[in-house]
């Protein structure tokens, strides 16, 4: 049996007189020419069903339809982010949780979309119903992970603890990271370190993870050691040391400065450097730091010992 006796055993009507069953099997048996198979296909699409429509003008509608559907949702997505971008009585609202937003939306309208086309063609899905269940609990099961990504994304969106910029460290069963937060998607949170390195988190690790954010607050404090030797003149490091953070305009004004000895090592007596500067300037300012650290110390002859420094001791 050819392509046409197939499509002409698909498209015969049955009827319950004898006769005109066997004529329609004999015929049947003629092979099937193009004409009639394009006249087959014709009657398939251009026939109206019992409401009076074609296949084709259904098909037609849908299409329709869907190009309707992308422009209004194309249009509703931008004017959700312009109604956001512009949003200034309340608070400002972080680009990931708009991006959050609008990839929601638009997910949900074309689900929408999709049904109302599979109305608009007539398909019978009751008889894949059963199938259609079945495949849904296995994606389920497949996909709990990036099922519970998505509502902790939502969940970290909602809490508002992190966001778009800051620097943050994560810590967790698995390790630590730290960086600069690049988005919030659905599914994974991205970091950028300072290395230039973009760390892919999933947000369901993200949301049980012990999460220290270095610039919610706007300032950084430093905290900078310093060994020098137990012959030292301890007044002279201090005041030296003060002179730094005194007369760099980086460290803010007003919080609290200061320079004590923190420790005394089996080799050295250790120093900490104390003062709070903006987040944007806390690495360049810690990084001049131990230039200028090591300036002063050669100028005033205070010496930073190390561990391999050999002491004789002539009795």
């Not at 251009?46 to 084709?56: F, H, Q, R």
């Not at 194309?74 to 991006?99: F, Q, T």
């Not at 301890?234 to 803010?252: G, M, P, S």
């Not at 050295?268 to 990084?287: E, G, H, L, M, S």
Request: proline share 2%; hydrophobic share 45%.
């Amino acid at each position: 049996m050819n392509l046409f006796d197939i499509f002409r055993a698909a498209t015969d009507t049955t009827t319950t007189d004898t006769t005109a069953e066997q004529t329609t099997a004999a015929a049947s048996d003629a092979p099937m020419t193009w004409e009639e198979f394009w006249a087959r296909i014709g009657a398939f699409f251009t026939t109206p069903d019992d409401n009076g429509v074609s296949y084709l003008t259904r098909i037609l509608v849908a299409i329709a339809w869907i190009v309707i559907s992308w422009l209004f949702i194309k249009l509703l997505c931008w004017v959700i982010k312009k109604a956001m971008g512009v949003n200034k009585k309340g608070p400002e609202i972080d680009s990931s949780a708009k991006y959050f937003i609008v990839t929601i939306i638009k997910v949900l309208l074309w689900i929408a979309t999709a049904f109302i086309v599979i109305g608009i063609l007539k398909f019978d899905t009751t008889g894949v119903a059963g199938v259609t269940s079945a495949i849904a609990v296995a994606l389920g099961l497949a996909l709990q992970d990036l099922i519970g990504s998505l509502f902790s994304g939502a969940l970290l969106l909602q809490q508002k603890n992190i966001k778009t910029g800051e620097y943050i460290e994560v810590t967790n069963a698995f390790g630590s990271c730290e960086g600069s937060v690049i988005n919030i998607h659905l599914f994974f949170t991205h970091l950028k370190t300072p290395q230039g390195q973009i760390v892919t988190i999933p947000n369901k690790n993200m949301t049980s993870a012990i999460i220290t954010n270095y610039t919610r607050l706007g300032k950084r404090r430093v905290d900078y050691d310093v060994g020098l030797s137990y012959d030292c003149d301890v007044d002279l490091a201090k005041q030296v040391f003060q002179d730094i953070i005194d007369t760099d305009i980086r460290v803010i004004d007003g919080e609290a400065k200061s320079v004590y000895v923190s420790a005394l090592d089996s080799y050295a007596v250790q120093f900490r450097i104390r003062c709070w500067t903006k987040v944007d300037d806390y690495w360049p300012f810690y990084n001049d730091l131990s230039e200028r650290v090591l300036i002063v110390c050669r100028k005033n002859k205070l010496y930073i010992p190390s561990s391999t420094d050999i002491h004789v001791d002539n009795k």
